[in-house]
């Protein structure tokens, strides 16, 4: 295309007309003997370029400190080398969870190893989703990493529909074998916590609940159920109702101390939410782990090794998640026949004072 192959060096010679020394892609063409379309094309990872020359023409851009026009090489590869994080959860939550921070710093650790930019974006609410839909339909953007967990949340669906590639984190409520997902093994994670608990010989051991609209929750439910093999009528008197929160994990925590007294232990489907339990234990004369063991999910290393006592939890690698979501991504981008479906990564227990 040598219509933009010269376009990319007019762009980049008028830089230097204005009096920013930068070298341009011709300067690279001189140092490494080459012409200058040689160099737009090894610039673009062109397989029309021997492996010698094009090792030549690297060689010159790392001595020159050559910085390719982004805008220029977009005109030529149809690329943007820039990713979206959608994260369609309440500004007030999305700012109070370690969880989330751990998944962006994850997403964009991931993304800069693979020279290309994150464009994080908030759902907080319905208005915000035609801002997101317009700028993801709108060519800013190669793909989607998408976590939106919630089952009344309209747009995953709607994301789906678009044409652009994208990979869900977690469970969408979406079928499996239409969409692409990471998830990690939240069943797993719930009966590991629990055998757990049993295994230290504990006799009563109840659960503090996500919230019912995120499957996540519910699997670590299941994973409840299936250690206890409580029926639904013990699974109504021995678990309570939470919502990731700090404050949501006290007052689940305090209702199963007013309706199961003898109680002596409890999976917390959050580690923020141990916290809170940890909290009502604490005023309630409860102490950890002599008379009611605690174990939480998620092992965040702001929140389990720091609370009073040091917490026991179910680790989830959000850092492997994303990396497997990028992975996913840049597979559909590379037009690999890749079929949907879900990709579920393996869980641990991590051993701390509290169980």
Known sequence: ???????????????????????????????????????????????????????????AVRKLGYIPNRAARTLVTRRTDAIALVLSEPDNKFFADPYFATVVRGAATELSTLDVQMV????????????????????????????????????????????????????????????????????????????HLLGLGRRTVVSVLGPADEQSARDRLRGWQEATGADAARTEAWTAQGDFTQDGGERAMA?????????????????????????????????????????????????????????????QDSAEQMRAMVQRLFQLLAGEDIAPGREVLPVELVRRQSA
């Open 120 to 195: 994080l974006m908030l759902a907080d609410q319905g208005d915000d989703h035609g801002r997101i839909l317009r700028f993801l339909s709108g060519g800013h953007v190669d793909g989607a990493l998408v976590l939106a967990p919630h089952r009344d949340d309209p747009l995953p669906a709607q994301i789906s529909e678009l044409p652009l590639p994208s990979v869900y984190g977690g469970k969408p409520w979406l079928p499996e074998s239409e969409v692409h997902s990471v998830d990690n093994d939240n069943v797993a994670g719930g009966r590991v916590a629990t055998e």
């Open 255 to 315: 209702e199963l101390l007013a309706r199961v007294p003898e109680l002596d232990a409890v999976f917390v489907a959050s580690d923020l939410m141990a916290v809170g339990a940890l909290r009502a234990l604490r005023a309630a004369g409860k102490r950890v782990p002599e008379d009611v063991a605690v174990v939480g999910f998620d092992d965040q290393p702001t929140i389990a090794p720091y609370t009073d006592p040091p917490l026991t939890s179910i680790k």
């Open 1 to 59: 295309m040598p219509e933009i192959e010269q376009a990319i060096g007019v762009t980049e010679l008028s830089s230097t007309s204005r009096g920013i020394s930068r070298p341009t892609l011709e300067d690279v063409a001189n140092a490494a003997g080459v012409s200058r379309a040689t160099v737009s094309r090894v610039i673009n990872s062109s397989p029309k370029v021997s492996p010698g020359v094009r090792e030549t023409v690297h060689a």
